[in-house]
């Protein structure tokens, strides 16, 4: 592992189909996912398959993974393979009790899964895989600073005769 990185993070949520658009998606996803990354040092993986579950919406054609670039070296099958891994539930731990999807809660527990790993010294990176909900939340500068840093330059990587369109709507 790199940077410093004492492993990985994924997130496995069935539960997206929420039928919300992209930005309340990302925050009940994206946010909370990158947030307990940061915090506990692990690169996190990220799946396209938690934003193509939402209802409603037709987002087969977007890949938030390549977009930000969160780390494609390894498929998530042979990080499954080459890492000791931890299952956590979001919403109630056999092992940790109950976090109800909180991002702060979670990050606790994930916290203490880095530290049990690290204490026993395995030779094999963590892969900790978060399932289920994660509570909506605003992006922490943190967070923010990530997505900027990871984000892909789409008015650079448009041919020049493009042009950017952005729609958005306000709710009242």
């Not at 890949?63 to 990080?79: K, N, T, V, Y």
């Not at 909180?102 to 094999?124: I, M, R, T, W, Y």
């Amino acid at each position: 592992m790199d940077g410093g990185r004492k492993g990985y993070l994924m997130h496995l949520d069935s539960g997206a189909a929420t039928g919300e658009g992209l930005g309340s998606f990302a925050r009940g996803s994206v946010y909370p996912f990158v947030q307990i990354a940061l915090d506990n040092h692990l690169a996190p993986i990220y799946s396209n398959e938690n934003i193509r579950a939402n209802v409603g919406r037709d987002y087969s054609a977007l890949d938030l993974a390549s977009f930000f670039h969160f780390d494609r070296s390894l498929h998530p099958a042979e990080l499954r393979r080459t890492c000791k891994v931890v299952q956590l539930d979001t919403w109630s731990d056999s092992n940790f009790g109950s976090a109800c999807g909180d991002p702060v809660a979670v990050s606790g527990f994930v916290e203490a899964l880095v530290a049990e790993h690290k204490a026993a010294n395995h030779e094999q990176a963590l892969l900790v895989v978060l399932e289920g909900a994660l509570r909506y939340t605003l992006p922490t500068p943190a967070v923010l600073t990530w997505l900027a840093s990871h984000g892909t330059d789409w008015q650079g990587a448009l041919p020049r005769d493009r042009e950017l369109q952005v729609a958005l709507h306000v709710r009242r």
